[in-house]
């Protein structure tokens, strides 16, 4: 092997690309080594001790290789553990999201729940307070129909009662009438008889026009009178009825 072939391998391990930052110190390393090896290679040439510079730079690359072989291990592993590491906190951020979208929806579900619960109060409210609505617009029909029956009754008894004193007042003056017509009936009878008879020249023509007309006022003020104490037993009958 060359110096020259020597130099390109020392600055072939100088490239060796790594990630971590203990890699890129291994490679400084061999980078000071590689310089320090050629400068080493420059001063024995001179001097004519090639041959056991060959040697040392052997030894010195067999060296090289293997750390480079090292670094390359190294830096696989730290490759495999980073990937690794990257999965990891990956998953553990999906869990952490799956965690909290979970909760999030325990949460909207609880709050549905929750809105289910007070929909579902507010219904029967809205219920009750509607029969309680209907009970009343029944309640108000029945006193406006309660109240229009009691006008009605009202209106009714009180024309009732207006009749039941006009009827009582007409009784009492055809009973007044008949209390002063009735005696008057055995003395015109007299009178009749008496012109009739010719008996007397003090006799009047009418006596007999008077007494039917007496006797036909009589006839008439009583069925008047019958009549109105049919209308009075009526009254009385409705006024029970109507609970007066």
């Not at 020597?6 to 690309?17: C, T």
């Not at 400068?39 to 060959?54: C, D, E, N, V």
């Not at 040392?56 to 072989?69: D, R, S």
Request: glycine share 4%; charged share 30%.
């Amino acid at each position: 092997m060359t110096i020259e072939q020597e130099e390109h391998n020392a600055d072939d391990i100088v490239v060796i690309e790594q990630r971590d930052k203990r890699t890129l110190g291994y490679i400084a390393v061999a980078a000071s080594l590689g310089l320090a090896f050629g400068g080493l290679i420059g001063s024995t040439y001179q001097s004519g001790q090639w041959q056991k510079s060959y040697q040392i730079l052997e030894q010195q690359h067999t060296t090289l290789l293997t750390q480079k072989q090292a670094l390359e291990s190294a830096s696989a592993k730290r490759e495999l553990e980073i990937d690794a590491e990257v999965i990891e906190q990956s998953e553990l951020a999906v869990a952490q999201y799956h965690q909290e979208v979970e909760a999030k929806l325990k949460r909207q579900q609880h709050q549905i729940s929750e809105l289910e619960k007070v929909n579902l109060a507010l219904e029967s409210r809205l219920k009750d307070q509607q029969s309680q609505i209907d009970e009343g617009v029944q309640h108000n029909a029945n006193l406006n129909r309660q109240n229009e029956m009691q006008a009605t009754v009202f209106a009714r008894s009180r024309e009732l009662f207006q009749h039941e004193l006009k009827v009582k007042q007409a009784l009492t003056a055809l009973e007044k009438e008949r209390e002063m017509l009735e005696p008057a009936i055995p003395a015109l009878q007299s009178q009749c008889d008496v012109y009739l008879e010719g008996k007397s020249w003090d006799a009047k023509s009418d006596s007999c026009d008077r007494l039917d007309s007496a006797q036909s006022r009589l006839t008439q003020i009583d069925q008047m009178m019958e009549v109105h104490r049919m209308d009075l037993r009526e009254i009385e009958v409705i006024s029970a009825e109507m609970g007066l």
